[in-house]
């Protein structure tokens, strides 16, 4: 079992920065790719950023040139530094590990972390 857990979150002005974490836990290892997504009230969790074993980068068309994700394996946790903030950046946050090995996937989800843009 894998167990992550979300921290950063909070009340932003827009244009303004955060920087989310997410320290995983228990049977985690650096094969795992990890990610952040997001989901605001009535809508569908989206992909935000993911990033690879091998340190290879994904982002939303709408956060690239914001968003930067990034990984230290030393310390079991993945960042998303979030900049120029704005309103429609509003959600849940949710961080994700997921590995393949021998045809069994292994996908975890944290609790989330609410951040909110407003003036």
């Known amino acids: 079992q894998v167990q992550l857990v979300e921290s950063g979150g909070g009340l932003v002005q827009p244009g303004g920065s955060l920087r989310l974490s997410c320290l995983a836990s228990?049977?985690?290892?650096?094969?795992?790719?990890m990610g952040w997504y997001r989901q605001a009230p009535g809508k569908q969790r989206e992909l935000v950023a993911t990033i690879s074993s091998g340190g290879t980068t994904n982002y939303a068309d709408s956060v690239k040139g914001r968003f930067t994700i990034s990984r230290d394996n030393a310390k079991n946790t993945v960042y998303l530094q979030m900049n120029n903030l704005k309103p429609e950046d509003t959600a849940g946050y949710y961080c994700?590990?997921?590995?393949?090995?021998?045809?069994?996937?292994?996908?975890?989800w944290g609790q989330g972390t609410q951040v909110t843009v407003s003036s």
């Open positions: 994700n590990a997921n590995r393949r090995s021998w045809g069994v996937v292994y996908d975890y």
């Open positions: 228990g049977n985690i290892n650096s094969a795992y790719a």
